[in-house]
Each structure stands twice: as C-alpha cells, then as structure tokens.
C-alpha cells in the first residue's frame, strides 16, 4: 500500500477505498483542506457488532462536499473515503487502547481519547454503545493502519511539505462536524450540553498562528454563527502532527455543529446544507486572500 502514494505529488491522486486528492486546475495557493471523517465505506473485514445506523451517527457526513468547491479558489482538498470507525485518522497510530486488541499492542501510547474509547480503533459511540462484540488481534490493527492511516498521513505530509517548499509557509484546515447536543463519551464533560454552530480548535493557540484563528473566528461571525475556541474540542493527531507556526506550518481544525446541515438521525442533508455550503466557500475565497496577502507580505520582508 505505500507504494501506491507518490514521493511527491503534485497531481490529483484517488487509493480507491481509502483516499482521494484534488488539487486545484490553476491559481494555487498555500492552502489545503482535508476531511478526515467524511467517507463512508466499510471494509468487508471491519467485524463490527453494532448496528450500521448506529455506527454512521459517528461520521462527518458530507463535509468534503461541504468545502467541494475549495479547488476552484487554489486551495487543495484531500478526503477519507472509509468510515472513521474502521479506523479514527485523527488519532495518532500508537494511540491504541488496550481494551480494543486481544494482546499487548506492541508500542501502545493510549491517549485520554483512547480512555474515553475512542482512540485509533473506536471501542465506544458517543453515546456508550459498544461498537464490537470481541478484541481486535494485533495483526488485524497492524494491517489497518498501513492500508488506510499511513497512506493518508504520508500523502496529507507530503503535500504541506511540498505547498511549503514552494511559498515558504503553509495553512492547513482540518475539517470536521459535530454532534448539535454532547453525548455520555464526549470531552465536554456532561451529556446534553448545546453546541456554538462552530468550533475552532488550535491547541489553544499553539498549532496556527493565532491571526489564522482570529480571522476564520471573526469572518464566521460576520456570517452570523456563534463560534467557539477550542472547547470542546481543541484540535486532535491532524492539527497537532505536522503543524509547526514557528516554521510556517499552520494548522487549524474546524468543527461544524451537525444540525447546521443534515438530519441528525437519517444523516440527511437539510435545507440548510446549500447556505452553509456557500458560506464555507465564501470563507475559503477569504481564506485564500488571507493567505495570499501574507505570503506575499513574507516576501517583501525578506
Ligand atoms: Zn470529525
């Protein structure tokens, strides 16, 4: 499987099943947005207990499409096209926990996700339903993490590498959605609590520099949406693993409340899925001239 990801690509790239790249025709610019928590297949060896309804209540549904037209504004798109709970891209690769695998996980660093049991390899909805009937073995974990993390890690790294080698810095918007209510497993701390209509996530103001947050604060104001800065949720592997603002490395994820969207419980888009889809692109047409006046201000200071 690591063959198939390309030292260094600068073309659109699809791994069936497991990823897809658009990069966009002309105008390209230093900027890059991925979906981690969109796909929806189910690999036939997944041997979840759970019922499939239950288990699509944990996915991103439609936010690659929700930031679809990024391409045509210079900004490239990178999406998962398997489900998060086969295996979670916004974990870190040792972050499994020890109640998921059926021996000692060679290397195993759980995270307080993995406490939660929703590390690598989610054990529990956000709501405490089991999503197994049995331990996953150690071979089976292995083999999930080179045919579906690595590859898009490998491929997510090494186009914020090559957009940074060619502009001298690099922002990334991690991009996900959320549930409108926090369940019994959410970080938030207590069930029910109501969520803003975004929030953003820096690591606290460590993963982007924090005019990039301030902006993409301020500009989702404008529109009309309540936005809040790193609680819940701050940012997880995504926007932690490559960012580095010191070093012209920008990361920040952005969350969307579900219900902005779609049907909560059947998944489906709403009537609000066209406005919102407009106003992600208008933010990205924004993003875009933030990103091009301080490229282009870097270049003037040097
Ligand atoms: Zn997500």
Known sequence: MLSTVPISSNKNHVIPRVLRLELPSQNAIPLLLDSPHSGTYYPEDFGYSLELAKLQQNEDNHVNELYGL???YGAALLEALFSRNYIDLNRAADDVDPEVVD???PGAR???NSKLGRGLLW?????GDAVYNR????AEVKARIESYHRPYHQLLAQQLRRLHREFGQVW???CHSMSSVSGAQSPDGKVGVERPDFVLGDHFGTSCEPAMTQFVHETLEKMGYTVDDNVPYKGA?????????ALGFHSLQIEINSKLYMNEETREKNAGFDKLRGN???LVTQLSRFVTSRVVKDVHAV
């Open 70 to 72: 990024a391409p045509q």
């Open 103 to 105: 021996a000692p996980y």
């Open 110 to 112: 759980p995270s307080p």
């Open 123 to 127: 054990r529990l909805m956000s709501n």
């Open 135 to 138: 331990r996953l073995s150690v």
């Open 172 to 174: 990334h918007i991690n």
């Open 237 to 245: 592997e995504l926007t932690l693993a490559y960012s580095k603002p």
């Open 280 to 282: 992600l692109t208008s």
